[in-house]
Each structure stands twice: as C-alpha cells, then as structure tokens.
C-alpha cells in the first residue's frame, strides 16, 4: 500500500512540476525572461509560491529543470552492457531524444521552447553549465556505480564530457531550426563528427 501511495505522490509531484513549468515557459515567451516574476508564475499555474519554490529553487530553474538527466540514466543502466562508454552513453541520448520528440504529450515542443529560452537569455545560459554538470554525473553513476575505481570514473567521465558537447551541439541546430530536423539523426550526427565514429548506433 505505501508503495501505491508513493507511486501516486510521485505521479501528482511529476503532473504538478510539469503544469507550472509549462506555465513558466509560455509566461517566459509571451513577455519576456526578465518581465516576468516567479509570483506571476505561480498565480498563472494555480499554486502558490511556496509550493512553486518546493518544485524549483530558482526563476532559472523554472526553465532549466527537467527529467531528461534521470531518462538517459535509466536508459543506460537497462540497455546492453556491451561497447564503449561513448557508446552506451551514445545509444542512451539517441533513444532518450527519440522518445521525447515521439511522444504525444507535448514533450517535444516544451523542449523546443525550453531550449530557445536559454539559447537567447543570458542569465540562463551562464546557469546551463549547472545543469550539464547534473547530466554528466548521472551518466557517471549509471555507468560506474559504486565501487568503480578513480581511473575508470576519468575515463567514462571524460567520455559523458565529449558526449554531452555534441549533444549540446545538435540540440542548438534542432532549437535554431526550428525543431524540423530530426533530432535523433542530428545527435547521431554530432556524436560521430566529434568522436570519430565511435558512437555510431
């Protein structure tokens, strides 16, 4: 039963976090980053500030914030053990895009949106660097667990490094396009321009 009500929390948290980062977003794209305060937000969402802050610490967070770090983690602690770090980490962000641009959900366009706000505000792009460093270091436990020693943790941690550079890359392309191209392909592309092949699927 304490399992169920678990899930049931997990799934209200995960619905309320999503209703006021959309809200966040469109306020954000209608009148601008800097116009809009965290209070607005909260009052268009529904909720209050406290509860706002409880889901996001800061108005950067608001746009920043999302699961796509844990999805990719989960992917490569279930995918094949086989290949290289660069591969497996490759794989994961592949199938975590093209799970996101398929689904019916409105993932795919509230990533857009999300990715034109930071590529064209400043205060979020400084605090982006924040954000790759929580991506890469979920990618570092999914790979290496607990007991993995400090050269292996270098080496995969170096390899996530280069992997989330071209991911960054394609996700800039697809933002500055658009969202027409296809984003799986543009991060394949990217993944093998930059490490030579080594993360083709």
């Known amino acids: 039963m304490s399992e169920i009500g678990s899930t ?13 980062q959309i809200q966040a977003v469109r306020l954000f794209i209608e009148h601008g980053y800097q116009s809009v305060t965290v209070n607005q937000v909260a009052e268009a969402a529904g909720v209050s500030p406290m509860t706002l802050y409880r889901h996001f610490a800061t ?16 992917r490569i ?40 706000l930071m590529i064209s505000t400043p205060a979020l792009r400084a605090r982006h660097l924040d954000s790759q460093y929580a991506m890469q270091q ?31 890359v394609a996700l800039t392309r697809w933002a500055g396009e658009d ?18 092949g080594q993360a083709d699927r």
């Open 59 to 74: 108005k950067e967070d608001l746009v920043l914030v999302d699961q796509i770090d844990r999805l990719i983690a989960e």
């Open 179 to 196: 969202g027409r191209p296809d984003l799986p392909d543009l991060i394949a592309t990217a993944l093998s321009a930059a490490l030579d």
């Open 8 to 20: 049931l929390r997990d799934r209200r948290r995960a619905e309320t976090q999503r209703t006021i």
């Open 77 to 116: 602690a279930a995918g094949p053990p086989d290949g290289s770090p660069v591969q497996r980490i490759g794989r994961a962000l592949i199938e975590t895009a093209a799970a996101i641009t398929g689904s019916p959900d409105g993932a795919n366009e509230l990533l857009l949106d999300r990715l034109k």
């Open 138 to 168: 979920a990618i570092v436990d999914a790979l290496c667990g607990e007991n993995a020693d400090a050269e292996t943790e270098f080496r995969v941690r170096a390899s996530s490094g280069a992997c989330l550079a071209a991911l960054h």
